[in-house]
């Protein structure tokens, strides 16, 4: 996409105003209609593995997409609807070096607060050793009922259940810490 720019979520060839039509090929791949995505995309890390996929409708995410952490272990999958996160949904392995936007240790205190006590020591081990998996649903974009929090095997497979929690982890509301 490197002679294309971007503008509003349109993409454009370089030095017109004209939204680009057309095949897009190296680290992202896919095609585009009037500048927006359309149909199935592919991205990949710049060492070569596969990062996501999915597929667009009028330049929105539409339908299942799965992602990878550069080492092949699942990151997520799940469905979107209008660009929301929509049904079920496995993410992350948030573990240290985690390939996604919540990389490394969540604090001991962070558990404590919103789980206590023996799970939270449970979790931090999970953590420390090879990761943690969250199951849920989501609805317009949002989480919602209940979550599954899975410790990892040493090969990236499910573990046990550690808890299920209508506190996901990442929207939890840091702030309650400081109250």
């Known amino acids: 996409m490197g002679d294309l720019y971007e503008q509003n979520g349109v993409y454009y060839k370089k030095f017109t105003e004209i939204p680009f039509t057309g095949d897009v090929t190296g680290k992202d791949q896919g095609r585009l209609e009037n500048g927006l995505k359309e149909g199935f995309w592919s991205y990949f890390y710049a060492s070569g593995p596969l990062q996501k996929k999915g597929e667009y409708k009028n330049g929105l995410r539409e339908g299942s997409w799965v992602a990878y952490c550069e080492d092949g272990v699942l990151h997520y999958k799940g469905d979107y609807r209008n660009d929301l996160k929509e049904g079920y949904w496995v993410e992350g392995q948030f573990k240290p ?28 081990t999970c953590l420390r050793d090879f990761g943690i998996r969250l199951r849920g649903y989501y609805k317009d974009g949002k989480s919602e009922g209940l979550w599954d929090y ?30």
Do not use: Q
């Open 97 to 124: 070096n985690d390939c996604g936007p919540h990389t490394g240790f969540l604090p001991t205190l962070f558990w404590d607060v919103a789980f206590g006590g023996e799970i939270a020591d449970e979790m931090d």
């Open 150 to 179: 899975v410790c990892l095997n040493k090969d990236g497979t499910e573990g046990r259940l550690l808890v299920r929690s209508k506190e996901r982890s990442v929207d939890f509301d840091f702030k309650r810490l400081f109250k």
